[in-house]
């Protein structure tokens, strides 16, 4: 069974750069049906998609990113650790929010989650 | 403010029938699936709807979605106290920057 769990500092101060790393463990993200993704949700809020990439490079740096973060976010894979991380630049207040590593089939599903991990932006 | 417009909430005792709505246009609903998320507070998503009314392996009949046009809804029956969660859609949009796409959630009382 595919299990996603994500990693990260917890806490960055304002105008930080943050690293989230997702370990996958049950599959490979070597493929091709898939996409390897983020989603975020602010305390007491909805969910926000922050960005997909593509496991097989067959198909190039297929990757896609919620244009209301402003270029801030980079997605990168490592299929040696079969991981794939998250980095978000310049980050504020409104970045504080519960991440989660998500694997979704091509457009169609999210299907599978992390338990999520809190980032908590502040001084 | 959310892509997808969803009520902000519904109650219903339990045994009822409840809808939930998700509007959104001809660039993301109108042209791809549409998904829907069980959330119970604290915990992560999880999946319940996909391929706009199919269930994933293990979630109840009781559970059912449908698509028309450029709305999509979720329908449950024989409402449980387990149910009361918050409940999510969403989609691929294909506007000229592709991506997921969410409603805002609907939180589901089961009185």
């Known amino acids: 069974q595919l299990h996603l769990q994500e990693s990260g500092p917890g806490l960055v101060k304002p105008s930080d750069t943050l690293s989230l790393t997702c370990t996958v463990s049950?599959?490979?993200?070597?493929?091709?049906?898939?996409?390897w993704g983020w989603i975020r949700q602010p305390p007491g809020k909805g969910l926000e998609w922050i960005g997909s990439?593509?496991?097989?490079?067959?198909?190039?740096?297929?990757?896609f990113y919620n244009p209301s973060l402003k270029s801030r976010a980079t997605m990168s894979l490592d299929t040696s650790r079969n991981q794939f991380s998250l980095t978000l630049t310049s980050v504020t207040a409104a970045d504080t929010a519960v991440y989660y590593c998500?694997?979704?089939?091509?457009?169609?599903?999210?299907?599978?989650w992390g338990q999520g991990t809190l980032l908590t932006v502040s001084s | 403010q959310s892509v997808l417009t969803q009520p902000p909430s519904v109650s219903a005792a339990p045994g009822q029938t409840i809808t939930i709505s998700c509007s959104g246009s001809t660039s993301n609903i109108g042209v791809s699936y549409v998904s829907w998320y069980q959330q119970v507070p604290g915990t992560a998503p999880k999946l319940l709807i996909y391929?706009?009314?199919k269930r994933p392996s293990g979630i109840p009949a009781r559970f059912s979605g449908s698509k028309s046009g450029t709305s999509a809804t979720l329908g449950i029956t024989g409402l449980q106290t387990g149910d009361e969660a918050n409940y999510y859609c969403?989609?691929?949009?294909?506007?000229?920057?592709?991506?997921?796409?969410f409603g805002g959630g609907t939180k589901l009382t089961v009185l």
């Open positions: 391929d706009n009314s």
């Open positions: 998500v694997r979704t089939y091509g457009d169609y599903m999210v299907d599978c």
């Open positions: 990439k593509i496991g097989s490079s067959y198909y190039g740096a297929n990757t």
């Open positions: 049950g599959g490979s993200i070597r493929s091709s049906n898939y996409y």
């Open positions: 969403a989609t691929w949009d294909t506007s000229m920057s592709p991506g997921w796409v």
